[in-house]
């Protein structure tokens, strides 16, 4: 089975441009959460969404949005980027969510360079 | 707040055992986990323990918890060159199952 499926690979853009990452789940799991990494940092938190709806947001500017497919597979989308908004971009899939030990498997991410 | 630390760097001769510590705040935290990050890679899944477990053992890794100091440990037996990486600890509570609170992250060097 294949795992979380990230693309691109890597992009590079200029500052206020916009961007979009994609993740594939792993077939079954109807939960994609998305992680922002910055050099140096463990992840931080950016959305979750569990059978296209948010569950959850962290403490990230309204220039990140996200939406999830009927098929699971999720956008995040991020306008009028920032030098700031360099980072490896992970996203994690799950069964379910609300469940007590729900386990998060991570794609290989996404690594966003702005210039 | 929400806060997990850890020590950014550890280095151990191969065959050794490796000890990892992590700190958090959250007292409602219900899961610890450890990751484990190689150059290039996402993040790994390694072990996890419950919160009102004291210590759990999965082949060469044991979890240690001393949740009234909320402190968290990840010992490595016979460390090998492959164990070199990063290493996160990080916490969840029920609220929310798919946001965990990720410390800065270990690099473990494993030296032949």
């Known amino acids: 089975d294949a795992g979380v499926t990230q693309s691109p690979t890597h992009l590079i853009k200029t500052r206020g441009q916009h961007v979009t990452l994609r993740c594939s789940p792993i077939s079954g799991h109807k939960s994609v959460s998305w992680y922002q990494q910055v050099l140096g940092q463990g992840p931080q938190f950016i959305f979750q969404?569990?059978?296209?709806?948010?569950?959850g947001r962290g403490n990230f500017p309204d220039r990140f949005s996200a939406r999830q497919f009927p098929n699971y597979s999720s956008e995040l989308n991020v306008n009028a980027l920032l030098l700031g908004d360099s980072a490896l971009y992970l996203c994690a899939s799950s069964q379910r969510t609300g469940v007590l030990n729900e386990k998060l498997f991570f794609g290989s991410g996404t690594q966003l360079s702005v210039l | 707040g929400e806060d997990v630390e850890q020590s950014l760097f550890l280095s151990v001769r191969e065959g050794d055992s490796s000890v990892i510590n992590c700190t958090y705040t959250d007292s409602s935290s219900t899961y610890l986990y450890w990751y484990k990050q190689e150059p290039g890679a996402g993040l790994q899944l390694l072990t996890y323990?419950?919160?009102?477990?004291d210590m759990k053992q999965d082949q060469r890794l044991t979890v240690l918890l001393n949740k009234k100091d909320k402190h968290l440990s990840l010992r490595i037996a016979d460390t090998q060159t492959g164990d070199s990486a990063i290493y996160f600890c990080?916490?969840?509570?029920?609220?929310?199952?798919?946001?965990?609170?990720f410390g800065q992250g270990t690099t473990l060097q494993v030296k032949p």
């Open positions: 969404y569990y059978e296209k709806e948010e569950r």
């Open positions: 323990i419950f919160s009102n477990m």
């Open positions: 990080a916490e969840s509570n029920s609220g929310n199952t798919g946001k965990l609170i």
